[in-house]
């Protein structure tokens, strides 16, 4: 699946749905890259909602959260705004939970770390498994019950 085929809502479900059965297999044989899948299962979910969330349809709400933020933003894939001298940089996705949908801002950094850790070789001592499975899970079923609209 190339990026740009992610870029519909549905397709977003559909690749969250892929990552958390990854997840819970690489979980069910101790791999900690089950880590990395649940954060990418939460990725996909949020961008899907941030696809079809009203607030980027309406332009005086969305500035209200940022000034620089644009309509536009709500197909971003990036994690975080790339920082640097050339002015204000497009929101990543987690810049946008944070500001967007608090509700689930916690869980969300909690399994973009985890990811992090396995990723670079940190490992995953600091983190519980069903934590980040319970993590997923809140972000899932917010997702699922229509509460990740901005506010």
Known sequence: MTVSSVRTPKACRERAVAFKKDAEELRAISSQWYAVSYFYAAFHTVRA????????????????????????????????????????????????????????????????????AVRYGFGLAAYDADALATAFDTIAKAAAAGRLVAT
């Open 49 to 116: 909602s941030l696809m079809e969330d009203p607030v980027f349809s309406d332009l005086s709400r969305l500035k209200s959260y940022n000034e620089a933020w644009i309509p536009d933003d709500r197909f971003n894939e990036h994690h975080q705004a790339r920082r640097g001298s050339h002015g204000q940089n497009p929101p990543g996705v987690s810049d946008m939970v944070k500001m967007l949908y608090p509700q689930i801002a916690v869980e969300y950094v909690q399994l973009h770390s985890a990811s992090v």
